[in-house]
């Protein structure tokens, strides 16, 4: 059984983006703060920090959760993407190059999480429409675009995907 | 933002569990899928000084029916529903749907959500409507609650410092009956609290005749509530448009709702008339569509 004292902080091991790496964290450190502070990977945005906005989305174990809202604790052992393991070898991943192609950003700040999301509703389903689309990134807010262009991209990106096989 | 600081434990077994929490008893607090625990302690609304996290006890992510009831885990999240349809509790579809956003739904447990005892909450009206009820354990005793007797009032329940929510039970209706329900949500945005939530699920035999109903209110009172003058007007008689009607009223009347900045005591109750009128007439419907099918 894991036990700590107050402040004493753990050794917590994950795999991000397949690589492996381990550091110790308080057990009241969020994951998004671990990711960002700890492993050095700030592609992953803290929005609203209050489990509102999801800019800071990343997949645990291929699910899309709210890394503010959960301990880095209890990632553990688990297998964490962020942006960052999106791109391969300088190019693009074609979610992404389609949010480029179509506007689907202009500040950016949401567009990690975003990512992310959409990340894991083009794995999980063969075929999606404008709906599945809207209905999966309804956790996760823009303040920009008007989600239009980002429906757009992910639409696009996935006649893409299938083409390229 | 981060919480105060805990001491945390990670438990592989309910004895390790029942151990922490002898030791520590209401310094201590149960994590699960934390969408509500930790938004708290993040906010310092909440600030346990034990955090016991129960994501290990793998024996409670599981769902089985038996003895005529389902017994959901413990441990299974609000996402289990939204993406499968029982057709004997088509009720946890539809109100799974309405939780929060797909974000929070991946992580927050239907368990954990009555634990919370929030009243807007959606899981408690609709666990309520379904007559659900829920085992509590101990290390010393094991007991089974009925949900219309868990909400003790806001944030409260029946359970013990000591003790542990660990399943939910709802009771199944015959094999060849007909059950139809909805859950309508009245929210400012997607993902906010309920504004009103009205849960409805009913079951009909052949004939049309209301065999067993369900009813219930999230938003509109201290705790969750169940409408239960409007269900035994219901029980027995066809759903006609008047009856349909009267229990709607009924219901209206039963709720409890506060004026706040979501709306004033009156509207709250006439969103209750609204829902609980359009979820029986859309269950009618279902019923006529299913009859014109089979016959």
């Known amino acids: ?165 | 933002m981060f919480p105060n600081p805990f001491q945390y434990y990670a438990p592989q077994s309910l004895d390790e569990i029942f151990q922490i929490l002898d030791k520590y008893g209401d310094e201590a607090k149960i994590l699960a899928g934390g969408q509500s625990l930790l938004p708290m302690m993040k906010l310092r609304l909440a600030a346990p000084s034990v955090l016991i996290d129960v994501n290990g006890i793998s024996q409670w992510a599981n769902v089985n029916a038996q003895d005529q009831s389902l017994q959901i885990g413990a441990l299974m999240r609000h996402r289990d529903w939204e993406h499968a349809l029982d057709s004997r509790v088509p009720l946890l579809h539809s109100t799974a749907v309405h939780i929060a956003d797909p974000l929070v739904r991946n992580r927050g447990t239907m368990a954990g959500s009555l634990a919370h005892a929030d009243p807007a909450a959606d899981w408690g009206a609709a666990l309520l409507a379904l007559k659900a009820s829920v085992a509590i354990q101990s290390a010393h005793r094991l007991r089974e609650v009925p949900l219309r007797e868990f909400f003790v009032d806001t944030f409260t329940t029946v359970l013990e410092p000591q003790e542990l929510l660990t399943e939910i039970r709802i009771p199944l209706p015959q094999n060849d009956a007909f059950v139809g329900a909805r859950y309508f949500k009245l929210e400012r945005k997607v993902g906010d609290f309920a504004v009103v939530g009205v849960a409805v699920t009913v079951v009909l035999n052949p004939e049309g005749v209301v065999t067993d109903a369900g009813i219930g209110l999230a938003a509109v009172g201290a705790t969750p509530l169940a409408a239960v003058n409007a269900e035994s007007l219901l029980r027995g008689q066809r759903l006609t448009l008047d009856l349909v009607q009267e229990a709607a009223s009924e219901a209206a009347k039963e709720s409890d709702p506060i004026t706040d900045r979501r709306g004033s005591e009156d509207y709250k109750r006439a969103m209750v008339n609204v829902f609980v009128k359009r979820g029986l007439t859309a269950v009618h419907k279902d019923w006529q569509l299913q009859m014109d099918i089979s016959a």
């Not at chain 1, 645990?60 to 503010?68: Q, R």
């Open chain 1, 1 to 165: 059984m894991e036990q700590t004292v107050a402040n004493d902080r753990i050794m917590v091991h994950v795999t991000i983006n397949g690589e492996s790496r381990q550091a110790l964290a308080e057990p009241r450190t969020l994951l998004a703060y671990f990711i960002r502070d700890t492993l050095g990977l700030t592609g992953t945005h803290v929005g609203c920090d209050t489990t509102s906005c999801g800019a800071c989305t990343v997949l645990l174990d291929g699910i899309p959760v709210k890394s503010c809202t959960i301990l880095a604790v209890q990632a553990a052992g688990h297998e964490i993407e962020t942006v960052e393991g999106l791109e391969h070898n300088g190019q693009l991943h074609p979610l992404q190059q389609a949010f480029w192609d179509n506007h689907g950003l202009q500040c950016g700040f949401c567009t990690p999480g975003m990512l992310m999301t959409t990340t894991a509703l083009l794995r999980s389903q063969d075929d999606v429409n404008d709906d599945d689309v809207r209905r999966a990134i309804s956790g996760n807010l823009c303040r920009c675009t008007g989600y239009v262009n980002i429906v757009k991209a992910v639409l696009e990106a996935k006649s893409r995907m299938r083409e390229g096989g």
